[in-house]
């Protein structure tokens, strides 16, 4: 199945996400089950990676937005866990420090864009600045419209300067996030992320998902495509994240660059070399 295609918001898109189901899982009924696709995918996106990096002409942009224990950590885990970490950079946006208030609310993020042959990930992005400020009311209607276009704007300079853009929002069930939750508080390696954000956020559950709905419909452009993940199954969303990134980047044609040197005559100076060793060890 191309996930693309079946999860991709196109411009003019409607988003309900009640309408959307976290849970499904295609035609995968298990982790097992998927694991042969997910590991094709991986190794497809490794491939791809280690061209971009050497070709060094595209840049990729990854942009993972959920609501709060939706997998973003774990989607960078697992989907770039066999890509080349020298040409991967990820960037996490939190609450703004007073020094980046004092700016634009895109003063803080260009300088994490990705340059060429790289992958840049956000995790969380500049889209919190018309997802958070909305629903906590610090900005009105006018200012998040505004800023609706000025994301517009951004991201098409980004990709006139050849960066491919991909928007993952990790849709996780209501449900799922609470089950999320209590692992946090049952596992000690996961206490570290218990924070009281969680509950008092999650208060604000239709809040989100009306902000969310909203900022996807006005900014999946051709360019810069929302992709809406079902997540309530890790595996699953490790499948659809890979499987669309391999896929976009199949079709950059990336290749590996020619060589700046002369092949004919280094391979001639190897040889050499090669004869002078063997000739200086016959005679120690």
Known sequence: MDYRKKFRVHPGDKVKLSKLDPAYTGKHDSEDAAKEETAHYLGKLARQQAVLYAEHKHAILVVLQALDAGGKDGTIKHVFSSVNPQGVRVASFKQPTAVELAHDFLWRVHPHAPGHGE??????????????????????????????????????????????????????????????????????????????????????????????????????????????????????????????????????????????????????????????????????
Not at 267 to 276: D, E, L, S
């Open 119 to 284: 992958i840049a990930i956000f995790n969380r992005s500049h889209y919190e600045d018309v997802l958070v400020t909305r629903v906590h009311k610090l900005i009105d209607k006018a200012a998040w419209t505004d800023r609706y276009q000025r994301i517009r704007d951004f991201e098409t300079l980004l990709v006139e300067n050849k960066t491919t853009i991909l928007k993952f929002f990790l849709h996780v069930g209501k449900e799922e996030q609470l089950a999320r939750f209590a692992q946090r508080l049952d596992d000690p390696a996961r206490n570290w992320k218990i924070s009281e954000a969680d509950y008092s956020e999650r208060a604000l559950w239709d809040d989100y998902v009306e902000a969310y709905e909203d900022a996807m419909e006005a900014t999946s452009t051709p360019k810069a495509p929302w992709y809406v993940i079902p997540s309530n199954h890790k595996w699953f969303r490790n499948l659809a994240v890979s499987q669309i990134m391999a896929d976009m980047m199949e079709e950059l044609k990336l290749a590996f660059p020619a060589s700046s040197v002369n092949l004919a005559d280094i391979r001639r100076k190897y040889h050499a070399a090669v004869k002078q060793a063997k000739a200086g060890g016959k005679k120690g």
